[in-house]
């Protein structure tokens, strides 16, 4: 089988970010169809006392060995994809990934997370936001397993 | 070794692939009965039906689950006794045409966000103990049955050729199959099954099938076990978890059912459709973030499942060694967790339900077997637990690749880990002082450490070998017992003393000695000496927390409550205590997790819609548990002396063991028997293990004393009518045979307190019949 060697990454360019959220608001309306943002969205734009953060899956694929179902695979573009038909809606996933970015939303069972779609990218009016190709060997990560660590 | 990151499809195992014509197979079945039901959505945690099969008389039917019976059962093993209430009479035994094997699920069983949610709760009267015994388990079977419409499975008579029961979740049909030319040893069984039912040739189709299945042995032993299937799309083969106590793989062989087999069109995460799925999210993703957490600075269950607790039983001297006359051997480090560790496959999920990310359910993928009919064969051994690796090294079994294939064989053939080991570990004692021998053992050399001569007792036992020690020793301590102190071979008192069992049932793997509490967490229960009522050693014996008889009462009282409450809902113990919030130690009851005794109260509202409290929680239990002693009762135990437990569970039964632990216990003479260190010193060993004999047994009648009466029973030990309708029960029928019993007790003299009061010592109570004040 061959397997994708490379993935494309969300980049963020805090110095021009104005945190107007239509990162946001782009990423609800590919889930749920709605411009919420917040809570609906995988990608997440927080204040902090020094600008602005982004916060958004990486694509280690960490949650790749935590699924029970498989329903956890990397696409042919290399992102980490959540197929909801499958998912049984155990929540394993969200509550190990290191960094809080695969997210459960209360509209549905089913978590969700970034495709790596570039819907935000588009969105942003600052061209805060970029989409760069990393090689996969290069970021990958495995669950925790080892003794003591 | 496997680093993760595996495409699920390309995992391998590397284990012996097997070619069946399972066509040929499959049409060798003849439907014997069918029925056909209904499609209906599980409400609130409940399918509110259960399932009825007679194999007997081909009957299949519904029964209603009312609101009354949810309110005094709640679920789980709560319907299961409720059902056998209604169906068994006070003499059914294990054999009887009546008794049934039950499976249950609970109203929180199936939940996939909280980790720990799979359990199917099983029960049946024991061919050990001849009362009822009930086992919880993992694996898909009991989800799947809920999600396939019903709350529990409920099985009567005994067909008269081997068969298979069906239940199909996607057309709703159950059916009784004849089933001649499977295997009946569960790891080629649960496999063949798991292929002919799947819908389709796929990894995802076979995960939806669940098999329960017994073994060759389970049919000439009375420690058969029900190994639960679920199947897992990784290694590609169906994975087991064991109901074990107490002989229920026996009854399912005895009622000629090669397999239960059961399949689901398809379920997501909310199939229990709960009162409120985002509470129900909330809480379950702050566990899995708490597993996520703290898991590898606490237990370590994720790594090593709950082999992690042989290093630390080893070092408190808990580890049972040589049929448990010592708690830590100097051999015990080569069978340490990470001697595990390394032979463990380390890249998959390993719950044994969907969601619980505990996920001890570890394996060894391509393990070569050593012995028997499978020698050379590449397999899959799903575990060892503790409880399987203490049992070996009751055997003074210290390798791990023996302790696997124990395990393994144990499984296929379908018998319990436990209680063989523990069993074969007082053979082994007895083989040792000249009392069992080789010509009386039919050529095995049965001595400590002889992993060999254990695995060939099994093999023999498996073919249906009728040698005279072969067929007793499959039916356990107990029979030996009997069968040695009828052959005159051994003195009674010494035999009695050292086979560990309690109610005919061998004990699990912790050494009591040094824990009173303990003790009674094995003796004072219902269905005989197992560790899920209670495990107080550290409370007890290490942190010295329950110091007064009335303090371990309650420990023994609130504990089985709290624990029993698992088993109505079908739930999992592990996520309870073995992982803690990381500020647990600094609230007031520690070693309750107050924390989690509140999740649990939250994902209850969450799933049913009722609004309970903790203390409700306890009510629920406080039900049942007095429903099974009652019915205990009402089969002729569940008193004062069905509570007894061997000596050896209590302290030192030779001399060998007085002098290995010398200081502790001359230290114990003086300190809390009031001997001066003069007269100790001029003691012999003998006289001292007297001495601390009848002591030690006079500390644990006044235990008993104490808990009964913190129960609400009578000094016998048995439920009051009173009791009873406190709690809710009107049935006429419990009542009045409790009444009956309480009045032939009075008569007999057995309302008394079992304990010899010293002045100033306090009884639990002075006044008679107090339970009726």
Same mark, same amino acid.
């Given at each position: 089988?061959d397997h994708?060697t490379? !993935?494309?990454?969300? &980049?963020?360019h805090a110095?021009? *970010?104005?945190? %107007?959220l239509?990162?946001e608001?782009?990423c609800?309306?590919v889930?749920?169809k709605?411009?919420?943002g917040?809570?609906k969205?995988?990608?997440?734009?927080?204040?902090t006392?020094?600008?602005y953060?982004m916060?958004?899956?990486n694509q280690?694929?960490?949650?790749l060995d935590?699924c029970?179902?498989g329903a956890l695979?990397?696409?042919?573009?290399g992102g !980490?994809w959540l197929d &909801?038909d499958?998912c049984?809606? *155990?929540?394993? %996933?969200?509550?190990?990934c290191?960094i809080?970015?695969?997210?459960?939303?209360d509209i549905?069972?089913?978590p969700f997370?970034c495709?790596s779609?570039?819907s935000c990218?588009?969105?942003?009016p600052e061209k805060a936001?970029e989409?760069?190709e990393?090689?996969?060997?290069?970021i990958q990560?495995?669950?925790?397993?080892?003794?003591?660590? | 070794?496997v680093?993760g990151q595996i495409?699920?499809?390309?995992?391998r195992?590397?284990?012996?692939?097997?070619?069946?014509d399972l066509?040929?197979?499959?049409?060798?079945h003849?439907?014997l009965?069918t029925?056909?039901?209904?499609k209906?959505?599980?409400?609130k945690?409940?399918?509110n039906?259960?399932l009825?099969v007679?194999?007997?008389?081909?009957?299949?039917?519904?029964?209603?689950v009312?609101d009354?019976m949810?309110?005094?059962?709640?679920?789980?093993?709560?319907?299961?006794l409720?059902?056998l209430?209604?169906?068994?009479k006070?003499?059914?035994?294990w054999?009887s045409?009546?008794?049934?094997?039950?499976?249950t699920?609970?109203?929180l069983?199936?939940t996939t966000?909280y980790a720990?949610?799979?359990k199917?709760?099983?029960?049946?009267?024991?061919?050990?103990t001849?009362?009822?015994?009930?086992?919880?388990v993992?694996g898909?079977?009991?989800?799947y049955l809920?999600?396939?419409?019903?709350?529990?499975l409920?099985?009567?008579?005994k067909?008269i050729?081997?068969v298979?029961?069906?239940i199909?979740?996607?057309?709703?049909?159950?059916?009784i199959?004849?089933?001649?030319?499977?295997?009946?040893?569960?790891?080629?069984l649960?496999?063949q099954?798991?292929?002919m039912y799947a819908?389709?040739?796929?990894?995802?189709?076979?995960?939806k099938?669940?098999?329960v299945?017994s073994?060759l042995?389970?049919?000439?032993?009375?420690w058969?076990c029900?190994n639960?299937?679920?199947y897992?799309?990784r290694?590609?083969?169906?994975r087991?978890k064991q109901a074990?106590?107490?002989?229920?793989?026996?009854?399912?062989r005895?009622k000629k059912?090669?397999a239960?087999v059961?399949?689901v069109e398809?379920?997501?995460?909310?199939s229990?459709?709960p009162?409120d799925?985002?509470?129900l999210?909330?809480?379950?993703i702050k566990?899995?973030?708490?597993?996520?957490?703290l898991d590898?600075?606490?237990?370590?269950?994720?790594?090593?499942g709950t082999g992690?607790l042989?290093?630390?039983?080893d070092?408190?001297?808990?580890l049972?060694t040589?049929?448990y006359?010592f708690?830590s051997?100097?051999?015990a480090?080569?069978?340490y967790s990470p001697k595990?560790?390394?032979l463990f496959?380390k890249?998959i999920?390993?719950?044994c339900?969907h969601?619980c990310?505990?996920?001890?359910?570890?394996?060894?993928?391509?393990?070569?077997v050593?012995?028997g009919?499978?020698k050379?064969e590449?397999?899959?051994v799903?575990?060892?637990?503790?409880?399987t690796?203490g049992a070996?090294?009751n055997?003074?079994i210290w390798?791990?690749?023996?302790?696997l294939?124990?395990?393994?064989?144990?499984?296929?053939y379908?018998i319990?880990t436990?209680?063989a080991g523990?069993a074969i570990a007082?053979?082994m004692?007895m083989?040792?002082?000249g009392?069992?021998?080789?010509?009386?053992?039919n050529?095995?050399?049965?001595?400590?450490g002889n992993?060999?001569a254990a695995?060939?007792?099994?093999h023999?036992i498996a073919q249906?070998d009728?040698?005279?020690?072969?067929k007793v020793?499959?039916?356990?301590a107990?029979?030996v017992?009997?069968?040695?102190?009828q052959?005159s071979w051994?003195?009674k008192?010494?035999?009695e003393?050292t086979?560990?069992e309690?109610k005919?049932?061998e004990?699990?793997?912790?050494?009591?000695k040094e824990?009173l509490?303990?003790?009674?967490g094995y003796g004072?229960t219902?269905?005989?000496p197992?560790?899920?009522?209670a495990?107080?050693i550290?409370?007890?014996?290490?942190?010295?927390?329950?110091?007064?008889?009335?303090?371990?009462?309650e420990a023994?009282h609130y504990?089985?409550m709290w624990?029993t409450?698992?088993?109505?809902?079908?739930l999992?113990?592990l996520p309870?205590n073995d992982i803690?919030?990381?500020?647990?130690v600094e609230t007031p009851e520690?070693?309750?997790?107050?924390e989690?005794?509140?999740?649990?109260?939250?994902?209850?509202n969450a799933m049913?819609?009722?609004?309970?409290t903790?203390?409700?929680l306890?009510?629920?239990?406080?039900r049942?548990?007095?429903w099974?002693?009652?019915?205990?009762?009402w089969?002729?135990r569940?008193q004062?002396k069905?509570d007894?437990i061997?000596?050896?569970a209590m302290?030192?039964?030779t001399?060998?063991?007085?002098?290995s632990r010398k200081?502790?216990?001359?230290?114990?003479?003086v300190e809390?028997?009031?001997l001066?260190?003069?007269?100790?010193?001029k003691?012999t060993?003998r006289e001292?293990l007297t001495?601390l004999?009848?002591?030690?047994r006079g500390q644990?009648?006044k235990l008993?004393?104490?808990?009964y009466?913190r129960?609400?029973?009578?000094?016998?030990?048995v439920?009051t009518?009173?009791?009873?309708?406190?709690?809710?029960f009107?049935?006429?029928k419990m009542?009045?045979?409790?009444?009956?019993?309480i009045?032939?007790?009075e008569?007999?003299g057995l309302?008394v307190w079992?304990g010899?009061?010293e002045k100033g010592?306090?009884?639990p109570?002075?006044e008679k019949r107090?339970?009726e004040k």
């Amino acid at each position: 089988m061959d397997h994708p060697t490379t !993935v494309k990454i969300l &980049k963020f360019h805090a110095e021009k *970010c104005k945190g %107007c959220l239509e990162c946001e608001k782009a990423c609800s309306q590919v889930h749920f169809k709605t411009k919420d943002g917040g809570e609906k969205s995988a990608i997440r734009i927080v204040k902090t006392d020094k600008g602005y953060t982004m916060h958004v899956c990486n694509q280690r694929g960490l949650c790749l060995d935590m699924c029970p179902v498989g329903a956890l695979t990397r696409r042919k573009n290399g992102g !980490v994809w959540l197929d &909801k038909d499958i998912c049984i809606g *155990c929540q394993a %996933c969200v509550g190990f990934c290191p960094i809080g970015a695969m997210r459960k939303s209360d509209i549905r069972i089913e978590p969700f997370k970034c495709i790596s779609c570039g819907s935000c990218v588009r969105a942003c009016p600052e061209k805060a936001l970029e989409l760069v190709e990393t090689s996969i060997a290069k970021i990958q990560q495995v669950v925790y397993h080892k003794l003591g660590v | 070794m496997v680093e993760g990151q595996i495409t699920i499809e390309e995992y391998r195992t590397g284990n012996t692939e097997h070619s069946w014509d399972l066509k040929k197979i499959k049409t060798a079945h003849k439907v014997l009965a069918t029925y056909s039901y209904k499609k209906g959505e599980v409400n609130k945690g409940y399918a509110n039906r259960t399932l009825y099969v007679n194999l007997t008389t081909g009957m299949i039917k519904e029964k209603p689950v009312t609101d009354e019976m949810k309110k005094k059962f709640t679920g789980g093993r709560g319907f299961g006794l409720k059902l056998l209430w209604d169906s068994i009479k006070p003499t059914t035994r294990w054999n009887s045409e009546e008794n049934e094997l039950l499976i249950t699920t609970g109203p929180l069983c199936g939940t996939t966000q909280y980790a720990g949610s799979g359990k199917s709760l099983c029960l049946s009267v024991s061919p050990s103990t001849n009362i009822i015994c009930d086992c919880n388990v993992g694996g898909f079977f009991g989800p799947y049955l809920k999600f396939a419409g019903f709350d529990a499975l409920e099985i009567q008579g005994k067909a008269i050729e081997d068969v298979v029961v069906v239940i199909d979740g996607e057309k709703g049909i159950v059916s009784i199959e004849s089933a001649p030319l499977e295997e009946i040893n569960t790891h080629l069984l649960s496999d063949q099954l798991t292929q002919m039912y799947a819908t389709e040739n796929t990894d995802k189709s076979r995960q939806k099938v669940s098999v329960v299945s017994s073994g060759l042995a389970a049919q000439h032993s009375y420690w058969g076990c029900l190994n639960f299937s679920f199947y897992d799309i990784r290694r590609k083969v169906p994975r087991i978890k064991q109901a074990g106590r107490g002989g229920l793989g026996t009854v399912l062989r005895d009622k000629k059912i090669k397999a239960l087999v059961v399949k689901v069109e398809r379920f997501d995460g909310v199939s229990n459709h709960p009162a409120d799925p985002i509470a129900l999210a909330k809480v379950g993703i702050k566990l899995h973030r708490e597993i996520h957490n703290l898991d590898r600075y606490q237990c370590n269950m994720r790594a090593v499942g709950t082999g992690h607790l042989v290093e630390i039983m080893d070092a408190y001297d808990l580890l049972p060694t040589e049929n448990y006359r010592f708690g830590s051997f100097p051999k015990a480090s080569k069978i340490y967790s990470p001697k595990f560790y390394e032979l463990f496959t380390k890249i998959i999920p390993d719950g044994c339900w969907h969601g619980c990310t505990m996920a001890c359910a570890k394996t060894v993928d391509g393990y070569t077997v050593m012995t028997g009919p499978y020698k050379g064969e590449k397999v899959t051994v799903d575990g060892p637990e503790y409880e399987t690796i203490g049992a070996c090294s009751n055997m003074s079994i210290w390798d791990p690749l023996w302790i696997l294939e124990f395990n393994f064989y144990c499984d296929t053939y379908g018998i319990d880990t436990i209680s063989a080991g523990t069993a074969i570990a007082f053979y082994m004692e007895m083989y040792e002082y000249g009392i069992l021998n080789k010509e009386r053992c039919n050529g095995l050399e049965l001595c400590f450490g002889n992993a060999d001569a254990a695995l060939e007792l099994l093999h023999r036992i498996a073919q249906g070998d009728t040698g005279e020690f072969i067929k007793v020793a499959a039916k356990g301590a107990r029979r030996v017992k009997d069968w040695i102190i009828q052959n005159s071979w051994g003195e009674k008192q010494l035999v009695e003393d050292t086979g560990m069992e309690s109610k005919g049932l061998e004990f699990s793997e912790y050494v009591t000695k040094e824990s009173l509490a303990m003790q009674g967490g094995y003796g004072l229960t219902l269905k005989g000496p197992q560790h899920d009522e209670a495990w107080l050693i550290f409370m007890d014996m290490v942190n010295n927390a329950i110091p007064t008889f009335k303090m371990k009462a309650e420990a023994l009282h609130y504990f089985p409550m709290w624990r029993t409450w698992f088993g109505l809902n079908g739930l999992c113990k592990l996520p309870w205590n073995d992982i803690e919030p990381a500020n647990n130690v600094e609230t007031p009851e520690p070693s309750k997790v107050p924390e989690h005794v509140q999740n649990y109260v939250e994902y209850q509202n969450a799933m049913t819609g009722w609004n309970v409290t903790k203390e409700d929680l306890i009510l629920q239990s406080e039900r049942c548990y007095n429903w099974q002693r009652a019915m205990n009762v009402w089969m002729g135990r569940g008193q004062r002396k069905d509570d007894w437990i061997p000596f050896r569970a209590m302290g030192p039964v030779t001399e060998m063991e007085y002098v290995s632990r010398k200081e502790r216990y001359d230290k114990q003479l003086v300190e809390k028997l009031g001997l001066s260190q003069k007269d100790v010193e001029k003691m012999t060993v003998r006289e001292k293990l007297t001495v601390l004999y009848e002591f030690r047994r006079g500390q644990y009648k006044k235990l008993a004393d104490a808990v009964y009466y913190r129960r609400g029973w009578t000094p016998n030990g048995v439920p009051t009518p009173q009791k009873m309708k406190q709690l809710g029960f009107t049935d006429k029928k419990m009542l009045k045979m409790l009444q009956d019993k309480i009045d032939a007790d009075e008569k007999n003299g057995l309302n008394v307190w079992g304990g010899t009061y010293e002045k100033g010592e306090q009884l639990p109570s002075t006044e008679k019949r107090y339970w009726e004040k």
